[in-house]
């Protein structure tokens, strides 16, 4: 696998990567699977994982997957916590639970407004704790992770971040030179994740090869099975660069696959009266197609939700891509609001440490992995 210079932290990283979120054991029949997938991986080429604090047991899989192969892996995981006290204690559970002693990054996860931006960089904040595990060796590098790209420029034009991830496709590029410029300033790694534009994106090659014809180090992706894996390694060894005229011809049939789909610019949250985090509430379901426990509980997560709406209308007045914002915001609640029992169901069996013998039993009787 070709590899890029990942900014200042001098890492070469693999032109794809793994995405934790896809190799967690409530997707695929069992834990094993999502060892095996991550095994794959690293047997191909890929040599980055990303992980998250926040996704299920995606470290515990990654742990077993990376034993006795801990130095073909560059590492990193992330927290979405803002305390420093409270991110430093992730750190230490995501060093527990990989099984390793040191990651090469650990990221400030989705930090989404100038408000937790502060929170995070204040003093004894999340940033001053990671800064003191860089010193204490037990990470090397500090990265940042969010949606909005107009606070994650704020954050770069510190000089305090070493990588920078958002979501990044031929459906969602605005605010790329913004974070561009910050980045190249300070020399930071560029990484992209929703390349798939949560799996709306079917042209897996072109999507990509769109990702890795700009400046960036890499395009992390979330590899369920082999086959997902062999499709992005396929897609990156077929890369060629793009003229200008070809980026633009993707841009705008992205934009046609896209219809409907919120580009997370949050332009309407600004005029919302209830201070709904629309971009947010989108994102939740988007996740649905990945995995339906994960989007439910983090939309009910959200401070506030769909249902708080009253059907004002202002969202829709300033929305540049003409979404009907009102009619997705209900359509999203209807989605994301069922499945209690389902929730409650599958915690009991996990309680019972039958969740695992449950998913076989599911797949076993023809129950079929989510597309991506
Ligand atoms: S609904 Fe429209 S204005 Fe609001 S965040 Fe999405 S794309 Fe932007
Ligand atoms: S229609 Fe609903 S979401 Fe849109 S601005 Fe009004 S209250 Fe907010």
Avoid: W
């Avoid at 300033?185 to 090659?205: H, Q, W």
């Amino acid at each position: 696998m070709r590899k890029r210079r990942l900014g200042r932290t001098e890492l070469m990283v693999s032109e794809v990567g793994i995405g934790g979120l896809g190799i967690i054991s409530n997707i695929l029949p069992d834990r094993q699977a999502g060892v095996d997938t991550v095994r794959y991986a690293l047997d191909r080429g890929m040599n980055y994982i990303d992980t998250a604090r926040g996704y299920f047991d995606a470290e515990s899989v990654i742990g077993l997957a990376i034993e006795g192969r801990r130095d073909e892996v560059i590492l990193s995981s992330k927290s979405y916590l803002r305390s420093g006290a409270l991110a430093y204690r992730d750190l230490e559970t995501s060093l527990a639970t990989l099984k390793v002693k040191k990651l090469d990054m650990f990221q400030v996860h989705h930090v989404q407004y100038k408000s937790e931006l502060e929170q995070v960089m204040a003093p004894k904040g999340a940033l001053e704790a990671l800064e003191t595990a860089k010193r204490e060796g037990l990470i090397d590098h500090i990265g940042i992770t969010s949606h909005h790209t107009r606070v994650l420029a704020e954050a770069l034009e510190t000089g305090r971040f070493d990588t920078v991830m958002f979501p990044f496709s031929p459906v969602e590029h605005e605010g790329f030179e913004e974070i561009y410029r910050a980045a190249k300033r300070f020399d930071v790694g560029i990484i992209a994740m929703k390349v798939l534009s949560s799996g709306r994106l079917t042209a897996v090659e072109e999507a990509i090869q769109f990702c890795l014809a700009h400046d960036i180090a890499m395009c992390v992706l979330g590899c369920t099975t082999r086959e997902h894996v062999d499709r992005d390694i396929a897609a990156a060894e077929a890369f060629h660069e793009l003229t200008e005229e070809q980026k633009r011809n993707l841009c705008s049939q992205g934009a046609g696959l896209a219809e409907g789909f919120c580009r997370r610019c949050r332009i309407c949250e600004g005029l919302c009266p209830m201070k709904i985090p629309i971009a947010d509430v989108f994102r939740c379901e988007d996740y649905l197609i990945l995995n339906a426990t994960y989007a439910r509980n983090e939309y009910r997560a959200l401070e506030r939700r769909a249902d708080d709406c009253l059907g004002c209308g202002q969202c829709e007045m300033v929305c540049p891509f003409k979404l009907p914002v009102r009619q997705g915001l209900q359509r999203a609640h209807e989605r994301l609001n069922r499945g209690k029992f389902e929730d409650m169901a599958v915690n009991f069996l996990h309680k019972v440490k039958l969740y695992d013998l449950a998913r076989k039993a599911y797949f076993s009787l023809g129950g079929k992995l989510p597309e991506r």
